[in-house]
């Protein structure tokens, strides 16, 4: 009898964590259920109905992992970026959106232990927040197995701003770090099908930015740059590698990943093709002779991230190894970090081509402060550096770590006034901007030339 009521509690006890992990499963499901409704309602401007499909126009434009649903407050493709947040975009948001990963200590770390070079600043600082098979490069690396850089710019004026250097001063510290050949892709083209330009313009433009990008400092003899319209009409395996992409990519996709809609024009429709087709090495016999396995890696701000999750999602049904990818964040406007900086407004940026006075002027008028409204208040609460763009500025350009926590302190606390914050800003912008005008009247045409060529590069893999 004993034994049997101990067999009957037993039961019930089973009986009754069945039911609770059920209740449990329920409630998940439940509001899951809910958060797909609200989605949907962010989506179509409709309420749910069961059985009803949504509306064929309906399409979700960022076709990432949407795991987190729909986010009001960031914009981000590679045409705008908005947010309505002061601090910025949410980039760990972001990175659920997108589906990337995030650059944790520990990559950093490995970084640093595979090159036996302190971190870049801009890993240190979080700048460069996001990845894709970051780790598999770093894997493949130490058995000796090299890789490439790619990265790239849209020649939309002459005039570049400090925001544009952060990719190519850091692809310039990975050249180094890991001495490797680096490809540079100037869309022209692209240019020529979003904006109202002539080709003449785009081109020229491409050329006025290798200047730009040359005076970054990279090695002539491990780095290609080429503008779309020069090389594409040039390369029979650049053009059948853009053709293989546009054959394993449905409109329908890039719709998704793009929002293109009817009245695009076909250009742009095909255009992210021409763009991924430098993640794939046989793009470039004259560097990496007919071999198509060598592994790509590219440096970008996360705006570009679609055109490469789309070329990631091709790679291995055209037989090529997907491209890893280095996100940063953006360089927020002078106005702040709501929007990043635009080539069209002048006071928007700080220009390359900016005197030192222009610096000077711009930063103290339109440098958006976290500073408080007297000197009374803001030493007696402290300003806030999280929305101040000088000490946003630093973070960029400002190597030492102590120094730059010691601002941060003092600033927060009140002891530095926005004011003193400005001038250090200025005083590490103007030299900055005063070397690179220097290396750039170095840059001839014969040098533009020479980078623009296609050639062998000098690099073992
Ligand atoms: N579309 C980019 C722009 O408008 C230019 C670009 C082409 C690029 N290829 C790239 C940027 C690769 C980063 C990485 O600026």
């Given at each position: 009898?004993?034994?049997r ?14 039911l ?30 069961a059985?009803?499909?949504p ?7 960022d ?28 980039y ?8 990337s ?13 595979v ?38 710019r849209g020649p939309?004026?002459?005039?570049m ?25 100037l869309?022209?083209?692209?240019k020529?099908l979003?904006?109202?330009?002539a080709i003449?313009e ?30 594409m009409g040039?390369s029979?395996?650049f ?9 394993h ?5 890039v ?12 250009g ?6 021409i ?10 016999p ?27 999602d ?12 280095l ?13 990043k ?38 030493r ?9 763009v ?60 020479q ?5 062998p590069?000098n690099?073992?893999?």
């Amino acid at each position: 009898e004993f034994i049997r009521s101990v067999l009957k509690l037993h039961y019930w006890v089973f009986f009754l964590t069945t039911l609770l992990i059920f209740q449990a499963e329920i409630d998940v499901a439940v509001q899951l259920l809910l958060k797909l409704k609200t989605d949907y309602k962010h989506l179509t401007g409709q309420d749910y109905k069961a059985g009803c499909p949504p509306p064929e126009n309906v399409v979700n434009q960022d076709n990432g992992a949407a795991t987190d649903g729909i986010d009001e407050e960031d914009n981000v493709d590679p045409w705008n970026v908005s947010t309505s947040n002061a601090k910025g975009v949410d980039y760990d948001k972001l990175i659920v959106r997108f589906g990337s990963s995030k650059i944790e200590t520990e990559l950093v770390d490995r970084i640093e232990k595979v090159t036996g070079q302190k971190p870049h600043r801009f890993l240190r600082r979080g700048i460069f927040f996001s990845h894709r098979d970051m780790h598999q490069v770093l894997d493949a690396y130490e058995k000796n197995k090299s890789f490439y850089l790619y990265t790239g710019r849209g020649p939309s004026s002459e005039a570049m701003h400090v925001g544009h250097l952060i990719p190519f001063i850091f692809t310039k510290w990975l050249q180094d770090v890991f001495d490797i050949p680096l490809v540079i892709q100037l869309t022209d083209d692209e240019k020529y099908l979003w904006k109202d330009l002539a080709i003449e313009e785009c081109h020229r433009f491409a050329v006025e930015n290798a200047k730009d990008i040359i005076a970054c400092g990279f090695d002539v003899n491990k780095t290609f740059i080429f503008s779309d319209f020069d090389y594409m009409g040039s390369s029979p395996e650049f053009y059948r590698n853009v053709v293989k992409i546009q054959k394993h990519v449905t409109y329908n996709q890039v719709k998704g990943i793009f929002g293109f809609t009817d009245s695009d024009c076909i250009g742009k429709i095909s255009f992210p093709a021409i763009q991924a087709a430098p993640s794939f090495s046989n793009s470039f016999p004259q560097i990496f002779g007919g071999r198509k396995d060598v592994q790509c890696l590219i440096p970008c701000a996360i705006d570009q991230d679609p055109y490469f999750r789309m070329t990631r999602d091709v790679a291995p049904r055209i037989g090529y190894p997907k491209p890893a990818l280095l996100h940063s964040s953006f360089f927020p406007a002078l106005q702040g970090a709501q929007t990043k900086m635009s080539a069209s407004d002048a006071n928007s940026s700080i220009f390359l081509t900016d005197t030192p006075k222009q610096i000077k002027n711009k930063i103290n008028k339109h440098a958006f402060s976290g500073g408080k409204d007297t000197i009374e208040e803001h030493r007696k609460f402290g300003g806030n550096p999280d929305v101040d763009v000088s000490f946003m500025y630093l973070t960029f350009f400002l190597d030492d770590d102590e120094q730059l926590e010691k601002i941060k302190q003092d600033y927060s606390s009140g002891a530095l006034l926005t004011g003193e914050l400005k001038k250090i800003l200025i005083e590490t912008l103007q030299p900055m901007i005063a070397q690179h005008q220097e290396r750039r009247k170095q840059v001839t045409e014969e040098t533009v030339k020479q980078f623009m060529t296609p050639r062998p590069l000098n690099f073992k893999l």
